[in-house]
């Protein structure tokens, strides 16, 4: 395996199993159009799974709808009413290009000024880039009262989801 | 959110459109409850406008109060005055198509 550097990022005091996800509004971008959504709009409908990623365009934006796509989260009658949704910094433009490119049948919140990684505890300021942040990869699995059954934030850069876990975790509700 | 809290108008719009933002303070004048879904640029890229109204131009409003889809911003400036203005008319009349909208891209 090729030896290269993670970074370790800081201890963050994220929003953790058990904790009610804070509540937040931001345009959730379509296929084909973007509206202001809740996120309670969603956890009405059923559980969520709320994935924060970096940018579109950055490789991780792409590792990981590609991964989850390819897994059919929240499409297969075994996930039941279960919503699968993005977020990231990226303005609505660009997240209608990544759903086309990655021909995927998921939703993404646009956050361009990063204050729901904010309220979830998940910033991380980009080196390099002054002035960006953007959420920290990180994956909650939230009931029908926004109640965290699951929480995954990346402790290194760059770092992934155990795709595995949280199927899992998807699969125990 | 359940359905039944669902703002009645939706407007299907393009960002810094001016005929959209007439439409904007025209729904804003009447104080109406109105949910705004953002269109792309490139006419090829609004299905979704051309599935309700038949037409890929924006601003497109669908008013679920009055079972009315419409776009042209004339048009819909007329129907938001005649439906929700003081003078209200019932005939729901409309003047003819006054100006091309929406024309670029």
């Known amino acids: 395996m090729v030896d290269f550097e993670v970074v370790s990022l800081p201890d963050a005091d994220h929003v953790a199993e058990g904790d009610t996800a804070p509540d937040f509004t931001r345009p959730l971008v379509t296929d084909e159009y ?70 995927m049948d998921y939703r993404l919140f646009s956050d361009p000024q990063n204050g729901v990684a904010e309220e979830y505890g998940v910033v991380h300021d980009l080196d390099g880039m002054a002035g960006v942040s953007e959420p920290r990869p990180a994956v909650f699995l939230l009931d029908e009262d926004r109640t965290v059954e699951y929480a995954w934030v990346a402790a290194e850069w760059p770092d992934f989801p155990d795709y595995d876990e949280v199927e899992a975790a998807i699969a125990e509700r | 959110m359940s359905a039944t809290d669902d703002p009645p108008i939706t407007f299907y719009r393009l960002q810094a459109c001016p005929f959209c933002e007439r439409v904007t303070r025209k729904l804003r004048e009447y104080d109406l409850d109105y949910r705004s879904r953002f269109v792309e640029p490139m006419h090829s890229d ?41 003078g209200a008319r019932t005939d729901g009349g409309q003047r003819a198509e006054a100006e091309r909208d929406g024309g670029a891209n």
Do not use: C, Q
């Open chain 1, 34 to 103: 973007w509206e202001d959504v809740s996120l309670s709009e969603l956890t009405d409908e059923g559980p969520v799974l709320l994935v924060f990623h970096p940018m579109d365009g950055a490789f991780p934006a792409t590792y990981v709808w590609n991964e989850i796509r390819d897994r059919n989260w929240g499409t297969t009658t075994e996930d039941g009413d279960l919503t699968v949704v993005g977020l990231s910094i990226s303005d609505p433009y660009s997240h209608k290009r990544l759903i086309e490119e990655r021909g």
């Open chain 2, 46 to 86: 609004r299905n979704v406008v051309k599935r309700l109204s038949g037409k890929r131009t924006v601003p497109a409003i669908v008013d679920e109060n009055t079972g009315v889809t419409m776009s042209e911003s004339a048009n819909i400036v007329d129907y938001l005055d005649n439906t929700y203005g003081d």
